[in-house]
T-cell receptor, first 110, second 115 residues
Framework: DAKTTQPTSMDCAEGRAANLPCNHSTISGNEYVYWYRQIHSQGPQYIIHGLKNNETNEMASLIITEDRKSSTLILPHATLRDTAVYYCIVLKAAGNKLTFGGGTRVLVKP | NAGVTQTPKFQVLKTGQSMTLQCAQDMNHEYMSWYRQDPGMGLRLIHYSVGAGITDQGEVPNGYNVSRSTTEDFPLRLLSAAPSQTSVYFC??????????????FGPGTRLTVT
């Protein structure tokens, strides 16, 4: 599975949109982009995934560039409860091993 | 649904002791997995299973055994605990069709300390 690169940390203001970037320049055609988050001391939580089209659900939106070499997770109205480590993961369609990197530590400030 | 449950929540072992971490899910998921997370680090895959009777190794399998006799349960056995196995252990499950292995549900974790 392709490697991903994320910023180590970022801050965001409560109520504003949080835009979390992820680089996956070696992604191949059958690999999906997944996002998880881990709130302190809890198990990771699945957020969203996509192949090439933009996706939206009740938690977030995922924007994937046309060349698929990068993506952005958008939390539209960040709350203090969104403070967490966010992981961007690339996984083949038939893959069965999620590989977690270092993630981005997001701190939402009042 | 209880989701993914793990027991115990906390455990302290002495070096050389053995124990089993329990994981159960009530969502009829085919796929189950075990991860460990060391302080300040990301998760690393220990073992996984794509169905009852089928298990395979992840990134860091040494020192751990698993079996999958039922769909619901996926216990992780530490054969002879070492201080290097001090970690938080997470169990996860998902359906195993198409891309759904990527949509995993995680348990609350077991915090293990080996002295």
């Amino acid at each position: 599975d392709a490697k991903t690169t994320q910023p180590t940390s970022m801050d965001c203001a409560e109520g504003r949109a949080a835009n979390l970037p992820c680089n996956h320049s070696t992604i191949s055609g059958n690999e999906y982009v997944y996002w998880y988050r881990q709130i302190h001391s809890q198990g990771p939580q699945y957020i969203i995934h996509g192949l090439k089209n933009n996706e939206t659900n009740e938690m977030a939106s995922l924007i994937i560039t046309e060349d698929r070499k990068s993506s952005t997770l958008i939390l539209p109205h960040a709350t203090l409860r969104d403070t967490a480590v966010y992981y961007c993961i690339v996984l083949k369609a038939a893959g069965n091993k999620l590989t977690f990197g270092g993630g981005t530590r997001v701190l939402v400030k009042p | 649904n209880a989701g993914v449950t793990q027991t115990p929540k906390f455990q302290v072992l002495k070096t050389g002791q053995s124990m089993t971490l329990q994981c159960a899910q009530d969502m009829n998921h085919e796929y189950m997995s075990w991860y460990r997370q060391d302080p300040g680090m990301g998760l690393r895959l220990i073992h996984y299973s794509v169905g009852a009777g089928i298990t395979d190794q992840g990134e860091v399998p040494n020192g751990y055994n698993v079996s999958r006799s039922t769909t619901e349960d996926f216990p992780l056995r530490l054969l002879s605990a070492a201080p290097s196995q001090t970690s938080v252990y997470f169990c996860a499950s998902s359906y195993a069709t198409g891309t759904t292995v990527g949509e995993q549900y995680f348990g609350p974790g077991t915090r293990l300390t080996v002295t």
